[in-house]
């Protein structure tokens, strides 16, 4: 058998010449049983050609059930707790922190370490103004709270 026809569809195979009816006489050709006489040369490319008109084999739905059975492991749902979940904001809380509080230490003078009596005792007066105004503060509300009963609201039955 002349096999010149199956070389030029091949050469235009691989020029991408082919129409879709050319093709399909290659992938009949090859797909043939037995092919004994064959050049080697056209031969080689069998396997291109019928690997073109297998079918693949589509997962079916219970695939995973299958290979969880061959591998006898049962599928495990991850559970994710609160806390896990609201890590990345508690990280992300700290970090602020720390740049707040780091901003107020730079913004803190510096200069008491200069003379530390006179720094322990302007440290200690503002100490004392900050408890005079809290006392004071306190005091005023508890005098708000504190009704003294007087004759004319007094409830008492005579």
């Not at 091949?10 to 004994?36: D, G, H, K, N, V």
Request: charged share 25%; aromatic share 8%; with cysteine.
């Amino acid at each position: 058998m002349d096999y010149k026809y199956i070389e030029q569809l091949l050469e235009r195979y691989w020029e991408c010449e082919t129409t879709l009816q050319e093709e399909a006489i290659l992938r009949a050709f090859f797909s043939q049983p037995e092919m004994p006489e064959v050049p080697e040369d056209i031969r080689k490319y069998q396997a291109l050609f019928v690997c073109e008109t297998q079918k693949e084999e589509a997962l079916g739905e219970d695939f995973d059930a299958r290979i969880l059975e061959m591998t006898g492991e049962a599928p495990v749902a991850k559970t994710v707790s609160l806390k896990s979940r609201l890590m990345p904001l508690f990280k992300a809380a700290a970090i602020v922190a720390i740049i707040l509080t780091l901003g107020n230490a730079a913004q803190a003078p510096w200069d008491i370490w200069e003379n530390p009596r006179d720094a322990y005792v302007q440290t200690h007066e503002q100490m004392a103004d900050t408890v005079n105004v809290l006392t004071t503060i306190q005091a005023e509300n508890v005098s708000d709270t504190i009704q003294v009963p007087t004759k004319e609201n007094s409830t008492f039955i005579e």
